[in-house]
């Protein structure tokens, strides 16, 4: 299984929104409704921000808001905020109890 | 609360196996869920190595799986990896974490593991 594809790199300025996408194939994203998201600060271990492409863990914004269109989900922050800087995964379950990340985007607040 | 914790060796030598362990409090390893384990190679992305569910099937991530083993003791309420014939290339830190719905939801903090002679 191969990593799922995310952009390197994304930024806005505070109170601009900014989406990332994590591209796989039938067998990952587009298979199952199961894409999770997770923001990293340095140093830390990753935070869940999303499951189940579009829900919420209890705490979380709803500045943060996921959705998934065929082989590609994505991850929208709105109303971005300094401490949204940070390093974003997307995660997806792959079939047989299987896992697979993306390659991670950093975002940027200008 | 579900607080995950790791612990084993921080440095392993070439050729070697690698030992960790993760101690579960705040919920019952028998109760349910996934619990896996994932890495993070300085500076790069996250990898899930495998998971193991309660009654102790598991699943391992297929680039690794000749090497690694997860298992589960309910009567320690832990579960481990080992990961054999370590290389330079498995330095990471490794995190420990349990599954809700489809979804690592508990993390642990996570453990650097650095391999070198």
């Known amino acids: 299984q191969s990593a799922l594809t995310q952009p390197p790199s994304a930024s806005g300025s505070p109170g601009q929104s900014v989406t990332i996408s994590c591209t796989g194939t039938s067998s990952d994203v587009g298979g199952y409704n199961y894409v999770s998201w997770y923001q990293q600060h340095p140093g830390k271990a990753p935070k869940l921000m999303i499951y189940e492409v579009s829900k919420r863990p209890s705490g979380v914004p709803d500045r943060f808001s996921g959705s998934k269109s065929g082989n590609t989900a994505s991850l929208t922050v709105s109303g971005l905020q300094a401490e949204d800087d940070a390093d974003y995964y997307c995660?997806?379950?792959?079939?047989?109890?299987?896992?697979?990340f993306g390659t991670g985007t950093k975002v940027t607040v200008l | 609360q579900v607080q995950l914790q790791e612990s084993g060796p921080g440095l392993v030598k070439p050729s070697e196996t690698l030992s960790l362990t993760c101690g579960v409090s705040g919920n019952s390893i028998s109760s349910g869920f996934f619990w896996g384990w994932i890495r993070q190679p300085p500076g790069k992305g996250l990898e899930w190595i495998g998971s193991v569910y309660h009654s102790g099937s598991t699943y391992y991530n297929p680039s690794l799986k000749s090497r690694v083993t997860i298992s589960v003791d309910t009567s320690k309420n832990q579960f481990s990896l080992k990961l054999t014939s370590v290389t330079a290339a498995d330095t990471a830190v490794y995190y420990c974490s349990r599954i809700y719905s489809s979804a690592w939801y508990f993390w642990g903090q996570g453990t650097l593991v650095t391999v070198s002679s």
């Open positions: 995660c997806s379950y792959a079939g047989s109890s299987n896992y697979v």
